[in-house]
């Protein structure tokens, strides 16, 4: 995320964006504050699972959050600053929840499996 312009505070909560115009990737999605009376993109989903939150969030009536659970890190590993969150997604119907719940615990096995 992007801490230059902005200091994150345990408990501060964002808002997340589908972003179709990213140039790195069509299915980013953004993470959002609002800074000097507009939306702001503070940072990004993780690859792992942006697919997923993006078409999750494609009905308007979808949306997402992230809530800053501790200070930023950066692990020295090529990710830049990270600023651990909790996500929380929440959607009309039962169904549209345990999609996106599939599809990412889909993900993290293929992801993890050794």
Not at 35 to 55: C, D, E, Q
């Amino acid at each position: 995320m992007n801490t230059k312009s902005w200091t994150p505070d345990i408990g501060e909560v964002l808002y997340l964006e589908r972003e179709p115009d990213n140039c790195v990737d069509k299915e980013a999605v953004a993470v959002c504050k609002m800074m000097k009376g507009k939306m702001t993109v503070v940072g990004h989903v993780p690859a792992l699972i942006s697919k997923w939150v993006f078409r999750f969030l494609r009905p308007v009536s979808n949306y997402g959050l992230a809530k800053v659970t501790a200070k930023p890190i950066n692990r020295g590993i090529g990710l830049g600053m990270e600023v651990p969150c909790t996500f929380t997604f929440n959607c009309r119907d039962e169904t549209g929840m345990d999609w996106l719940k599939n599809k990412i615990m889909d993900e993290m096995k293929v992801k993890f499996k050794k």
